[in-house]
């Protein structure tokens, strides 16, 4: 029933947002970072995306990146990833607003991305700022060096710092303008994303939530669908 309902709200919508978390790549095999599979080695998520840890012990951190790439690597889209990028490509006006750094979105099609958390295939040079596309997973070479000598990072967004102020200002303003905002398999308690269904419920703009678990979003969303979005969002779109 409730997928009926869902399935006519987004049949007549014309200009659609999407808001994805670790969920929507689950099924490719990518680790969320909560829950059954959150952990890697004895380190929960929350202690490694930071400054701090970063500072602390880069080669910890790295480690964990590149263990993260090593797997990212071998996935494939799944079939949520391509029914959005589906959905796209019949939307007059569609937005993805994603906080993964899989990649995995661009890799099935999706077009209009804003990756709001940054990328896992991208470093930036601590000393003079040189963003570089960087695919590799080899960890002798880690912490890796800038040409400058500068130590890089991933770019990518942690616990403490700013997202990036343009893509924060583009999903806020894909999420006002939209008619329906769809938020999939995210925990959502990691702000700012997680303000982006109340910004659409407080304009009266309908939410509907794909998720395997119930969130703090699921009694306030407009509908909640409970199970695999690999599975869900195929029928929502078909
Ligand atoms: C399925 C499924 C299937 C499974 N199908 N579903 C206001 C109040 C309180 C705190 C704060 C606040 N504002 C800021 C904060 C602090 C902090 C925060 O939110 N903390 C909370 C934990 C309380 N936020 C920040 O620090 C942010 N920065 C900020 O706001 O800065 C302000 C500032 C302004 C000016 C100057 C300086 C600062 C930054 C947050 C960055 C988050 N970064 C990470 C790491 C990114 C890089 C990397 O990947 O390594 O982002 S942390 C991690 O969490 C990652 C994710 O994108 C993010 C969200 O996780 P997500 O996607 O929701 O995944 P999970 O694992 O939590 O959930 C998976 C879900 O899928 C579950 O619900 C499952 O049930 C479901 N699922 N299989 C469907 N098959
Ligand atoms: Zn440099």
Redesign the pocket.
């Known amino acids: 029933m409730s997928l009926d309902a869902a399935r006519s709200i987004m049949a007549g919508a014309r200009s659609i947002a999407v808001l994805?978390?670790?969920?929507?790549s689950?099924?490719s095999g990518v680790p969320?970072?909560?829950?059954p599979g959150?952990l890697w080695r004895e380190y929960r998520?929350?202690d490694?995306?930071t400054p701090d840890a970063f500072h602390a012990d880069p080669r910890l951190v790295w480690e964990w990146?590149a263990w993260?790439r090593g797997l990212v690597a071998r996935a494939r889209p799944n079939a949520?990833h391509l029914a959005l990028a589906a959905l796209e490509g019949r939307s007059p006006s569609f937005a993805l607003i994603t906080?993964?750094?899989d990649g995995l979105h661009a890799l099935a099609g999706s077009r209009s991305i804003l990756e709001i958390?940054?990328s896992?295939w991208r470093t930036r040079c601590l000393v003079c700022g040189a963003v570089s596309e960087d695919r590799k997973s080899d960890p002798d070479r880690i912490p890796p060096r800038c040409p400058c000598g500068g130590l890089l990072r991933?770019d990518?967004?942690?616990?403490?710092?700013?997202?990036p102020e343009d893509l924060l200002v583009r999903s806020i303003a894909a999420v006002e303008a939209c008619e329906i905002l769809l938020v999939?398999?995210?925990?959502?308690?990691?702000?700012?994303?997680?303000s982006f269904a109340e910004v659409a419920l407080s304009r009266g703009i309908p939410v509907l939530e794909?998720?395997?678990?119930p969130?703090p979003l699921t009694a306030r969303a407009t509908i909640a669908l409970q199970?695999?979005?690999?599975e869900?969002l195929p029928r929502l779109i078909s």
Do not use: M
Request: no cysteine; net charge neutral.
């Open positions: 994805t978390g670790a969920g929507i689950a099924e969320t970072f909560r829950g959150g998520s929350e490694l995306a990146y993260r949520g906080q993964n750094v958390h940054g896992l991933p990518v967004v942690w616990f403490g710092e700013a997202l999939v398999g995210s925990s959502g308690i990691v702000q700012p994303a997680a794909i998720n395997l678990n969130t199970g695999r979005s690999g869900l």
